[in-house]
């Protein structure tokens, strides 16, 4: 059986090691490389269509990523990159499409869908789905449970 030394010892080392981590997160500040991923996630693959040049494979978003860090390298800002690549492939290069133009329809839609599913639930409770039993079905419910109660006892 383990003695209180051993347990303490592994209570101080796991609050050692997330003190460590912590201070890690908190000291790094932001760094280019992990600016320059969140940029490439934003940004869809010509060649793949339904992924982020940062998980493609391709050549062509090889070539799109060196733009991402050779303009981070330079300091421009991420709408200024965003726009870099805006100008060259249109609206269609951004993964999460902006809420304006033909793209409005895209965030507008799930919202349409929503409000209309909304109404047509509401409109169905309002209908009484059953009409109540009469006395004849009441009774013949009721000798049903009570044989079903016999079988099982």
Do not use: N
Request: aromatic share 6%.
């Amino acid at each position: 059986m383990p003695s209180r030394r051993s347990h303490l010892a592994v209570v101080v080392s796991i609050v050692a090691l997330l003190a460590v981590a912590i201070g890690g997160l908190v000291m790094r500040g932001p760094g280019t490389g992990d600016r320059a991923y969140e940029l490439e996630q934003r940004l869809r693959c010509p060649v793949c269509k339904s992924v982020s040049i940062a998980d493609s494979p391709s050549d062509t978003a090889e070539a799109m990523r060196e733009v991402v860090a050779q303009q981070v390298a330079a300091d421009r800002t991420d709408q200024q990159i965003i726009d870099f690549f805006r100008v060259r492939y249109g609206d269609w290069v951004l993964l999460d499409p902006p809420a304006e133009g033909p793209a409005l329809l895209l965030w507008l839609l799930p919202v349409v869908a929503a409000v209309v599913g909304g109404f047509i639930l509401f409109a169905r409770r309002e209908r009484s789905p059953l009409p109540p039993l009469t006395a004849e079905q009441r009774a013949r419910v009721d000798e049903a449970l009570a044989r079903a109660r016999e079988d099982l006892s």
